[in-house]
C-alpha cells in the first residue's frame, strides 16, 4: 500500500466517529421492531400507532435529510453534525420517559429531526477526510457498522425489553451520544461546501409533499383509502413533491438540483435505494412480529433468530466494500439486491403458523447476504456519481430516498397485511404476512433491475468552476459518466 493511500489518524477519528453516530441512527430504524408488542401491551394503541411508532422516525429523518445536508454545507458540517447528536440524544431520553404511546411517537419524531441532520453529514465528513483510493474499504466499515446495528436492532431492543424494560431501548443512546459530542468536536476537522445556500422553498415543498404522502398511506387502513384525510394527503403530497421536482430544474441553487438525475448512475442506485429499503423494512416490521405472536418465541430469541439476516452484514459488507474497489459497484450491489429479493420471496413461499425455524433459515441467510453486499457499494457508487461540492447533496438525497422508502415499506406492507389478515389468529397474521412479503420481493427485484443501469466504471470528473473555500479543499474523486 502507498503511504498516501493509507488511512491517517484524521480519517480514522473520522470513520470511528461517524461510525458510531451512524450505529445510534441505524439502530433506531430496527431497534423498535421487536418491542412493539411490549410496548402495544404498555401504552395501548392499534395498528397505525405501532406504524407511527416506527414511522415518526423514518418519516421526519426523510423530510429533513435533505435539509440538515444543506445546513452543514452552509454553516459548517462538523457543527451542524454535533447538533444533531444533541437533538438526537435528547429526543431518545424523552422516549424513554414517554408515559403514553402519543408522547412516545412524537419523541420518535424529534429523534428523526436529530438523526437527519447527522446521518448524511457523518457519511460526507468520512468521504472528504479519506483518500479515493481508499474509500471503497472504508465505506465498507462504516456500511459493516450499520449493518452490526440492523443486527443488534431486533436483538438488542429484544433483550432489554425482556429482561429489564422496553424503555432502554431508548435509553442505550444517551451515554453513547454524551460522548460523542466532545470527541466530535475535538477530532472532527470542520469542513462546508463552496457557494452553498439554504434552499428554503425547495425544503417547505418536499417536507410537505413527503409528509402528505406517507400520511395518507399510514391512515389509510384506519380511515379507508377514499377518505378525505388520506385522499387530501396523497394527492396534495404529491402535488408538492411535483412541484419540488420542477423547483430543481429552475432554480437558481436548488437543494437537489435536478441535473444530478443526469447521471444514470446517480439515478439507478437512488432509485433502486427507495425500492430496496420499501421491500426490507416493510418486510423486517412483519417478521419480527411473527416470530413472536406466532412462532411464539420470547423478545430476546426473535431476536437472535433474526440475526442470520441482520448480521450478516459484519462479515459480509467489508468484503463488498473491498470487492466495490477492485471490480466496480455494479456487480456487487446488483448480486445483492437479487439475494434479498430471493430470500424475501423464500420466506413468503415457506411461511405458515407452524413453519420451523430450519425452514426459515435458508431464506434469512440469503436475505442477510444480499443486504450486506448492498449497502456499502452503493455508498461509493453513490459518491462516485457527483463532484466533491455536490456530495453533501448526494448523501442528503440517497439518505432521504432511503428513509423514504422505509415509511413508504412499512405503511404499504402493513396496509396489504391488514386488508389480508391481522392479529386475531395465528392463520389470519399469516395470511396478512405472505402477500405483504410478496410485494416486499418484488420491490426488491425491480431495484436490481434498475442497478444495471449503473456504469461499468468511473471516470474522473473535471475540476467543478468554482473554487472551494478556504475551510475545505476537496479531493478528486470518481465520477460515473
Request: a positive charge.
Amino acid at each position: 500500500m502507498n503511504q498516501q493511500d493509507r488511512l491517517s489518524r484524521p480519517a480514522v477519528w473520522a470513520l470511528v466517529l461517524t461510525g458510531a453516530a451512524s450505529f445510534m441512527a441505524a439502530l433506531d430504524n430496527l431497534v423498535v421492531t421487536t418491542a412493539l408488542p411490549a410496548i402495544r401491551a404498555d401504552l395501548g394503541g392499534k395498528l397505525e400507532d405501532l406504524e407511527w411508532t416506527v414511522n415518526a422516525y423514518t418519516l421526519t429523518f426523510a423530510v429533513l435529510l435533505m435539509f440538515g445536508s444543506a445546513l452543514g454545507d452552509r454553516f459548517g458540517r462538523r457543527r451542524l453534525f454535533i447538533a444533531g447528536l444533541a437533538v438526537f440524544t435528547t429526543a431518545s431520553a424523552a422516549a424513554a420517559l414517554s408515559p403514553g404511546i402519543g408522547q412516545l411517537i412524537a419523541a420518535r419524531a424529534v429523534q428523526g429531526v436529530g438523526a437527519a441532520v447527522m446521518m448524511p453529514l457523518s457519511l460526507t465528513l468520512l468521504t472528504t477526510a479519506v483518500p479515493a483510493t481508499r474509500r471503497g474499504m472504508a465505506l465498507g466499515i462504516y456500511g459493516a457498522v450499520s449493518g452490526l446495528a440492523v443486527a443488534s436492532g431486533p436483538l438488542i431492543g429484544g433483550s432489554l425489553t425482556e429482561h429489564i424494560s422496553w424503555q432502554w431501548i431508548f435509553w442505550l443512546n444517551v451515554p453513547i451520544g454524551l460522548a460523542l459530542i466532545p470527541l466530535a468536536r475535538l477530532r472532527l476537522a470542520e469542513s462546508t461546501a463552496p457557494n452553498s445556500r439554504l434552499d428554503i422553498p425547495g425544503t417547505l415543498l418536499i417536507s410537505g409533499g413527503l409528509f402528505g404522502v406517507v400520511y395518507g398511506l399510514v391512515n389509510a387502513n384506519a380511515h379507508g383509502w377514499t377518505s378525505a384525510p388520506v385522499l387530501t394527503g396523497l394527492i396534495a403530497g404529491s402535488a408538492l413533491i411535483g412541484g419540488f421536482v420542477h423547483h430543481g430544474f429552475n432554480s437558481a441553487n436548488p437543494m437537489l438540483p435536478m441535473r444530478l438525475f443526469r447521471s444514470r448512475g446517480f439515478f439507478g442506485i437512488n432509485l433502486a435505494s427507495l425500492l430496496m429499503y420499501l421491500g426490507m423494512f416493510g418486510s423486517i416490521f412483519l417478521l419480527s412480529q411473527f416470530l413472536q405472536g406466532v412462532a411464539g418465541y420470547s423478545p430476546t430469541e426473535a431476536g437472535l433468530r433474526m440475526l442470520p439476516w441482520t448480521g450478516m452484514a459484519m462479515i459480509v459488507a467489508p468484503i463488498a466494500g473491498i470487492l466495490s474497489d477492485r471490480i466496480g459497484g455494479r456487480p456487487v450491489v446488483v448480486a445483492g439486491l437479487a439475494l434479498q429479493a430471493l430470500g424475501l420471496g423464500w420466506f413468503a413461499v415457506v411461511l405458515a403458523p407452524d413453519v420451523s425455524y430450519v425452514t426459515q433459515l435458508p431464506a434469512l441467510i440469503l436475505s442477510g447476504i444480499g443486504m450486506s453486499l448492498y449497502f456499502a457499494p452503493a455508498n461509493n457508487v453513490l459518491m462516485s456519481t457527483v463532484a466533491p461540492a455536490d456530495q453533501g447533496k448526494a448523501s442528503g438525497t440517497n439518505n432521504a430516498l432511503r428513509e423514504v422508502g422505509g415509511a413508504l415499506g412499512v405503511a404499504v406492507l402493513a396496509s396489504v397485511f391488514s386488508a389480508r389478515g391481522g392479529y386475531e389468529t395465528p392463520q389470519a397474521f399469516t395470511d396478512g404476512t405472505v402477500p405483504a412479503l410478496w410485494i416486499g420481493a418484488a420491490a426488491v427485484a425491480l431495484a436490481a433491475a434498475l442497478a444495471l443501469l449503473l456504469p461499468r466504471r468511473t471516470t474522473t470528473p473535471p475540476t467543478p468552476a468554482a473554487p472551494p473555500t478556504p475551510t475545505e479543499t476537496p479531493a478528486k474523486i470518481p465520477t460515473t459518466r
